[in-house]
């Protein structure tokens, strides 16, 4: 019997032979019905050899590749749950996930085999292999791999996501079947994806984007994917065309990438019917350069812990509401609230508030966290929103002090931390400022130690050493004191004019 959780299999029955996933760098490519006997195989191995048990973590580190989303399945099959690593992390941000996850298995890219021996929490981990040990079960040929189908309840966990809360310390926000699937159907009828529908994948799986805006919701509907190891605008523009693409997925700085790219003007995208993007607002002159080549923007609004499919601005009104994320898609109940919790109404500014079977049964291992984000129901964004006469909702501020660079969160608390480390800064605060690549990049400001002679290009190195590239400030500027608000905290708004000084008189 088929568990109705089990997505992959159930369209193995259905459309057997319609394809799921070509991955570019090999040119291979499976249909429905040999990838799933390829996850029943590898659920199999999970389970009897290497013996994991229902809940057992299984952390991946590595660049996207057919067999992260065969680990995705097996994991579903054998009721392990994915734990995604973000290779871009250094070792000690790295040491931090695992020791908070404890997987079972670690599961690596060969590649990174140098940066690995630098975890200090790899020791702890049973059993550690190679992403290249489970090549065979994607390029063997498989038979009968039918077992008794392992019992998949909704509120089983799928997957951890890690993601840094507004103190810049990574939370595990748990996905499980329900909210994958409430995830699934606010984006088909938001969409209206088909079994028809494909596109190129290329977002990281260790970000809920790469899971779950466009690729869990495809397997759902039974639609296909390319993947492929990184963004690429070229390459990208020119399998768009050659698959016949229905719609592409993106962050605005990929966006312009695409649109600047010198093949973009000639490559025909006709098929495509829209263009879905998140992460930050996309700029007018660039909706208007997606729109004349016939692909419409649709912009939208989520977070790893709700969705993330959670807002969605039709095409229609991309250039008559700027900056708006829209409305909220199905099942979902809003509403936004002042200091003490008061629901406010239109052209009101207050914290976004969310419920919905989408929302995260919480974070993993972090019950007075959890309980601070979700009470009754209802998901506390921290986001700062209004909604305008017509309802249509916007978002004023992001997440207290974060900033997002080419489409990545990022805490200043949390490189404010790291920078303090370094023996000859005694103060530090960053913010973000705009970027005309990345959207925003980082802006530091550091007060040194008396005996401290630091210089740029040595912090600069410092910062390569325990934070991955995205969070590492653009911009460094020396200062004899932090500007300090009535309260005592940083004064945001003139480090903004001091930054805003500094470009002016370079």
């Known amino acids: 019997m088929i568990n109705q959780f089990d997505w992959l299999a159930m369209w193995a029955k259905y459309t057997p032979n319609r394809m799921i996933l070509r991955e570019h760098q090999t040119g291979m490519e499976w249909d429905y019905s040999g990838f799933n006997s390829r996850a029943n195989s590898l659920a199999n191995y999970f389970r009897e050899e290497l013996k994991l048990k229902k809940g057992d973590r299984v952390a991946i580190y590595s660049k996207n590749r057919a067999e992260y989303v065969l680990f995705l399945f097996a994991c579903i099959k054998s009721g392990a749950i994915m734990v995604p690593l973000n290779f871009r992390l250094t070792p000690r941000e790295?040491?931090?996930l695992i020791h908070d996850a404890e997987p079972e298995l670690f599961i690596y890219e060969s590649e990174y085999e140098k940066e690995i021996k630098y975890l200090e929490t790899l020791p702890q981990v049973k059993i550690k292999m190679r992403v290249e040990d489970f090549t065979q079960f994607i390029t063997a040929r498989v038979t009968n791999t039918d077992k008794p189908a392992h019992p998949i309840e909704s509120e089983d966990p799928v997957m951890i996501l890690y993601t840094a809360g507004t103190t810049g310390l990574s939370k595990g926000a748990i996905v499980n079947h329900r909210t994958l699937f409430w995830n699934s159907i606010n984006t088909a009828l938001r969409l209206d994806l088909t079994t028809m529908d494909h596109t190129q994948s290329f977002a990281p799986?260790?970000?809920t984007g790469g899971w779950n805006v466009l690729f869990t919701p495809f397997v759902h509907h039974g639609a296909s994917h390319t993947l492929l190891t990184k963004f690429d605008a070229d390459l990208i523009l020119q399998l768009m065309e050659k698959e016949k693409a229905t719609i592409l997925f993106g962050v605005p700085t990929m966006l312009q990438m695409m649109a600047d790219s010198p093949i973009f003007e000639k490559t025909d995208l006709s098929t495509v019917r829209y263009a879905v993007v998140g992460g930050a607002p996309m700029p007018i002159p660039l909706i208007n350069t997606w729109h004349s080549k016939g692909v419409y923007?649709?912009?939208?609004?989520?977070?790893?812990e709700v969705g993330p499919n959670v807002f969605s601005l039709h095409q229609d009104d991309a250039i008559r509401k700027k900056g708006s994320i829209g409305f909220p898609n199905f099942y979902f109940d809003v509403k936004i609230v002042d200091s003490a919790n008061n629901e406010l109404g239109a052209n009101q500014v207050g914290e976004l508030w969310l419920k919905s079977p989408v929302v995260t049964p919480g974070y993993w291992?972090?019950?007075e966290e959890t309980a601070k984000s979700i009470t009754g129901g209802w998901f506390h964004t921290g986001d700062m929103v209004m909604k305008d006469d017509e309802g249509y909702f916007y978002v004023v501020d992001r997440k207290k002090n974060m900033f997002i660079s080419g489409g990545e969160n990022v805490y200043p608390a949390e490189i404010e931390r790291y920078l303090l480390t370094h023996p000859g800064i005694k103060e530090a605060a960053v913010i973000g400022v705009p970027d005309s690549k990345w959207g925003e990049v980082g802006s530091a400001f550091l007060k040194l130690n008396e005996d401290s002679s630091v210089n740029?290009?040595?912090?600069?190195?410092?910062c390569l050493k325990g934070l991955a590239k995205y969070k590492i400030p653009k911009f460094f500027t020396f200062v004899e004191g932090i500007p300090k608000n009535e309260a005592?905290?940083?004064?945001?708004?003139?480090l903004i004019a001091m930054h805003e000084h500094n470009i002016t008189n370079q």
């Not at 740029?456 to 410092?462: P, V, Y």
């Not at 005592?488 to 003139?494: H, I, L, M, V, Y």
């Open 488 to 494: 005592g905290k940083t004064d945001s708004k003139k």
């Open 297 to 304: 923007i649709r912009q939208g609004y989520g977070l790893t």
């Open 94 to 96: 790295l040491d931090l």
């Open 456 to 462: 740029t290009e040595e912090i600069n190195r410092f």
């Open 365 to 367: 291992r972090k019950p």
């Open 205 to 207: 799986f260790f970000h």
